[in-house]
């Protein structure tokens, strides 16, 4: 059973926004605020493309260069909840996404590869 459940995914027309929401459970939630938090994503036929990450505090955030300016990851560390706030959505951010967790190193392009990963939220976005 992963310990992080990724919610908020759906349809949306180019333009729109939608929220994102990873609550965690087990050892991840019993201590979320050491873990270094991100998302990534795999769309069909592409590799996973990490997204957003943020330090285990929130103090640092970094940002993929196709979704800087468009995309806002946030913690919850009362909640032990992550979020990905997603405006201006394109057709080309269509995926499934995942969140992610690990301790160490704490960078955007090794999200995909961190060690703990929930079964991922399907966002699509039509034209």
């Known amino acids: 059973q992963p310990y992080l459940q990724e919610s908020g995914g759906g349809s949306v027309q180019a333009g729109g926004s939608l929220r994102l929401s990873c609550s965690t459970s087990g050892i991840i939630h019993l201590t979320y605020n050491t873990w270094c938090m991100g998302w990534f994503r795999q769309s069909s036929g592409s590799e996973s493309e990490g997204v957003a990450s943020i330090t285990f505090n929130g103090a640092s955030t970094a940002y993929s260069d196709s979704v800087k300016g468009r995309f806002t990851i946030s913690r919850d560390n009362v909640k032990r909840t992550l979020y990905l706030e997603m405006n201006n959505l394109q057709p080309d951010d269509a995926a499934v996404y995942y969140c992610?967790?690990?301790?160490?190193?704490?960078?955007?392009?090794?999200?995909?590869?961190?060690?703990?990963r929930g079964q991922g939220t399907q966002v699509s976005v039509s034209s």
């Open positions: 992610a967790a690990t301790r160490t190193p704490c960078t955007v392009v090794g999200v995909p590869n961190f060690g703990h």
